[in-house]
């Protein structure tokens, strides 16, 4: 069984075009995050939400938006793609309460997302 | 903003040699874990560190968090082709669930 999953694995578009990523987990986590990975490999957190709430909204642009219909998903909407878009993006889940695990993320497969 | 410096960024080694890599940064963090990534893949959680001093091992990985809580190392004995991949350190302070990541130590394994 797949504990997260994306969807797609690979997205090629256009500049200017509307597309969403996928993500799904089935351990019953309580927080969801989305990390960027760019071409040097570099991972940095963009969002993450705990059961449906947001908790951390780093500096991104505002043409990324969240959405988590439930604590088992979270999508990742991005309108208006620009070049520097391009990466790898990746989404986490972790525990949440007892001391610790709360920080032991579990990531997904990634999506590499092409702008051309 | 925060950061964490993570060396070396790439090692060349023999199958059977140990291998050490270490992360610091300036600010104290209360937590360090130790991620690997293999190519076309998510990073998958090695070792995670919660007590200042503590080391830790699983199977032939062993990490440390640092006494002043702002340094840790990863040590791999006995190194085998499957090691090779990309580790990152990652930090966290505070109880967000906010990770800092290590720019990454690419590791290739010559049989």
């Known amino acids: 069984d797949t504990a997260v999953s994306q969807t797609p694995k690979y997205l090629v578009t256009q500049m200017g075009n509307d597309k969403s990523i996928k993500c799904e987990q089935n351990l019953g986590h309580d927080t969801m995050y989305w990390y960027k990975q760019d071409s040097k490999k570099f991972l940095k957190i963009m969002f993450s939400?705990?059961?449906?709430?947001?908790?951390i909204n780093e500096t991104v642009p505002n043409r990324f938006s969240p959405k988590s219909p439930d604590k088992a998903h979270l999508n990742l909407h991005i309108n208006s793609l620009e070049l520097g878009d391009s990466a790898v993006y990746f989404c986490a889940s972790s525990p949440e309460g007892l001391a610790g695990l709360y920080n032991e993320q579990f990531f997904g497969p990634g999506t590499r997302l092409t702008v051309l | 903003g925060q950061q964490l410096n993570q060396s070396p960024q790439s090692m060349f080694i023999q199958e059977g040699e140990d291998v050490s890599m270490n992360c610091t940064s300036s600010?104290?963090?209360?937590?360090w874990l130790w991620y690997k990534q293999d190519p076309g893949e998510g990073p998958v959680l090695l070792i995670a560190l919660y007590k200042a001093g503590e080391l830790t091992s699983n199977g032939r990985l062993t990490a440390q968090f640092g006494i002043t809580r702002k340094d840790s190392f990863l040590n791999i004995s006995a190194s085998i082709p499957s090691d090779v991949g990309i580790y990152f350190c990652a930090g966290q302070r505070g109880n967000t669930g906010k990770l800092i990541f290590g720019q990454g130590t690419t590791l290739q394994v010559k049989p």
């Open positions: 939400y705990n059961n449906k709430e947001l908790i």
């Open positions: 600010s104290i963090f209360n937590t």
